[in-house]
């Protein structure tokens, strides 16, 4: 790799140990230690305060060490730093990577003016699996909408220049497969084949690492029984030496010293060697000196190298060495007006529809109950926000400022966990001298994130009991789900006609909801995970492979299926077929469902033509698939367009569905407007793992690619490569 006249000119003044220094980033650090750990030489260190602080930390950096090499500050800007985003898996429910991309601007601009310049952000993931509670901080269960996202939250970050006064590095974590820990318990081991490692996990940092990612994070998880701290047939092979990524590569949090916990290390020494060696070119922790001292006996001087270079050139990248001090007068210190109006669109437009029986919007209702626990509270900032997040208001309060002609009732009835049932009465009687009842109900913030894994995903508490006995009274009422990941709704579901998710939407959350509810934009989010019918159906997600016995019917368990046993009746259809007795077939919601307040018509779509070599492919031929799509209602709405692939034969057993592309575009009344997909090598191939190193490879067969609103509601046409 090249290495600037600086970088080259530094690393020959450096001896070892000052190295080994540039190969820490220290978090949690006490306020009075920072500064020492400085001048000792640490190179990275997590400083969540303010600009001035930041400056005066990065002076000891600048003016007391030998060699005045500023330091990078990290920190977990994750869904936004002062004003707070809707939380990645709502990002991810916009279907619209523009708005992720700026977002991500906004959050990048507000930390770096506070003298951050490095997040651990964006998390790609894939996680199918919605026990494991970090499916908050991700997109979801798909490898396309996760790969275009995590892009889109890189060139947020990043901008066009690192340097820039708007930009910080972005980080890809966690690598790898850290999204599919055994019962979706956090941290927990991962065993996948190559097969599924290449076209699932691996793909979304790939995309990434392509944008132009500063950095990658190792993940807590074994892969196949190896650490991926200790990983280095992924870590230096894969990503460094077959992608070529001239970044950094950080441990997580302790993931060094969980080495031996993990049982592959015998002390430090051993921890840290395996780990450098491995690929690893910072560590992250809390006690910098012992792996110092434990790394100084056991790297090999051209790895050290190696990873001082790659650090010193992110710095540079950064522009820290000409201009290592943060603005202290142009300090973003509180949300702006445009901050806001920005993540508050964003919250509305993650909002998905569930089910709509007309009662949304709103529309003139004189008297309105607000139910549940989420009537009163202000818990919408979602996982990780730290203490920068401006707080966030309540949605009585947020109702009431936009409506005060009508007449709002506020009873929460329930709280979130509790099991105290004795308010529901109250709700109830409410509910009666209502017109229309809004129940808010959900999971709070702190139920989603990191070691926040769930065995139940039913609504916590007597949630689910306000439901039912709102929905006994017979008045309308829709149901406004805050959550981090999808929910088992099966046992109130079908009571309500009218449900909404609005995640949890951060800063502005309320006033996006009661704009969704007043229907002032249109919630028409998709779902960018399957929401399980059931626990036991886990993971489940779209786009599975199919069976030998793929089954048509679901299961009901009754006294007549019951007795079925191996030898039971051979007319009893679909019997061996593969599926639950006790559950119907497929997800709740399956990902991609969603709707809005418009209606739309889809015109028969067409492709440029039916066939295409793969010779053609090759040379980056593509096919246009295109389709006219006409809003066939009064209002101003948002129709979102998916394109999957269907391989039908394959030399492995492809998945059944699999999600290429998609847009949403906002559509005028009675208008009608064309949507075009680019269909290439790039959607119609996959990663054959039996060649060595793996290749992309398009196979010659009939491929049928299916477009629609949802996954439900898709057209097909043919495509052949010859
Ligand atoms: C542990 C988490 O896994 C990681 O995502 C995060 O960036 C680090 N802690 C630092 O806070």
Do not use: C
């Not at 507000?110 to 993931?125: I, K, N, Q, Y």
């Not at 990612?213 to 030496?241: E, I, Q």
């Not at 004795?422 to 229309?436: L, T």
Request: no cysteine; aromatic share 6%.
């Amino acid at each position: 790799m090249n290495r600037s006249a600086r970088v080259q000119k530094l690393l020959a003044e450096m001896p070892p140990a000052e190295k080994l220094g540039q190969l820490q980033i220290v978090f949690r650090p006490r306020h009075d230690d920072a500064a020492e750990l400085i001048r000792e030489g640490l190179g990275s260190i997590f400083w969540p305060r303010s600009a001035a602080a930041t400056n005066a930390l990065q002076r000891v950096a600048v003016e007391e060490t030998r060699l005045g090499i500023p330091v990078l500050v990290g920190l977990d800007v994750i869904h936004g730093q002062r004003t707070i985003a809707p939380v990645p898996l709502a990002q991810a429910a916009s279907f619209d990577p523009s708005l992720v991309e700026e977002l991500a601007a906004l959050a990048a601009a507000e930390a770096r003016s506070g003298g951050v310049t490095w997040t651990f952000s964006p998390m790609v993931d894939v996680a199918r699996d919605p026990r494991w509670g970090r499916v908050v901080e991700g997109f979801g269960e798909d490898v396309h909408l996760t790969s275009v996202m995590g892009r889109a939250m890189v060139r947020g970050y990043q901008g066009d220049d690192l340097a820039g006064r708007h930009a910080i590095a972005a980080t890809a974590k966690h690598f790898v497969a850290y999204g599919q820990p055994e019962g979706g318990r956090d941290y927990n081991a991962v065993d996948v084949s190559e097969h599924r490692l290449r076209n699932i996990y691996l793909e979304p940092f790939r995309a990434v690492v392509d944008e132009g990612a500063a950095a990658v994070m190792a993940s807590f998880n074994t892969v196949a029984g190896v650490p991926m701290h200790a990983n280095r047939r992924l870590m230096t092979g894969v990503l460094k030496d077959e992608w070529g990524f001239p970044g950094v590569v950080v441990g997580d949090a302790e993931g060094v010293r969980n080495l031996l916990p993990h049982g592959i290390a015998e002390d430090l020494t051993d921890a840290a060697s395996q780990a450098f060696r491995a690929g690893l070119d910072v560590e992250m922790g809390g006690a910098p000196s012992e792996v110092a001292d434990a790394l100084l006996s056991a790297i090999d001087p051209a790895r050290l190298d190696d990873a001082v270079a790659r650090v010193l050139a992110l710095k540079e990248s950064l522009g820290l060495f000409d201009s290592p001090y943060a603005s202290e007068t142009d300090e973003l210190t509180a949300p702006t007006d445009a901050g806001r109006a920005l993540v508050r669109r964003a919250a509305a437009r993650s909002s998905v529809l569930l089910k709509n029986d007309g009662t949304l919007p709103l529309g003139a209702r004189a008297r309105v109950l607000l139910t549940g626990p989420y009537a009163d509270s202000t818990d919408h900032l979602g996982a990780w926000t730290q203490s920068f997040g401006a707080d966030a208001e309540t949605i009585a309060g947020a109702f009431v400022a936009r409506r005060p002609d009508v007449e709002v009732r506020v009873v929460p009835g329930v709280d979130f966990l509790g099991e105290d049932a004795s308010g529901i009465p109250a709700a109830v009687a409410a509910a009666r001298a209502s017109d229309v009842v809004v129940v808010l109900v959900g999971e709070p913030s702190a139920l989603s994130g990191e070691a926040a894994s769930r065995s139940d995903l039913r609504l916590p508490g007597r949630q689910e009991q306000l439901i039912r006995e709102i929905a006994g009274t017979g008045i309308p009422f829709v149901v406004v789900l805050e959550t981090g990941r999808p929910l088992v709704v099966s046992d109130w579901i079908d009571l309500a006609e009218t449900v909404v998710v609005a995640w949890h939407g951060g800063t502005e959350a309320a006033a996006a909801i009661v704009d969704v509810l007043l229907g002032d934009v249109d919630p028409a989010g998709r779902l960018p995970m399957s929401w399980p019918r059931s626990v036991g159906q886990i993971p489940i997600h779209y786009a599975h492979e199919n069976t030998g016995r793929p089954a048509t019917t679901g299961g009901s368990l009754s006294a007549e299926t019951a007795d079925i046993g191996l030898h039971g009746p051979a007319n009893v259809a679909d019997k061996y077929t593969s599926k639950y007795l006790d559950l119907e077939l497929g997800p709740e919601f399956p990902f991609g469902h969603g709707s809005g307040y418009a209606t739309f018509a889809h015109a028969p779509a067409t492709l440029s033509a039916s066939s295409i070599s793969g010779a053609e492919l090759d040379g980056g031929a593509t096919l246009s698939l295109s389709l006219e799509v006409a809003n066939t209602s009064a209002r101003t709405g948002d129709e979102v367009v998916q394109v999957y692939v269907e391989d039908v034969v394959a030399s492995v057993a492809p998945p059944v569905r699999r999600l290429v592309a998609f847009e949403r575009r906002t559509i005028e009344p009675g208008r009608t407007t064309q949507f075009e997909f680019e269909i290439g090598r790039d959607q119609l191939g996959f990663w054959a793992v039996d060649a060595a190193p793996p290749a992309f490879v398009v196979e010659p067969g009939l491929f049928r690619l299916h477009l629609g609103a949802t996954l439900a509601s898709t057209q097909a046409v043919d495509l052949r490569v010859v």
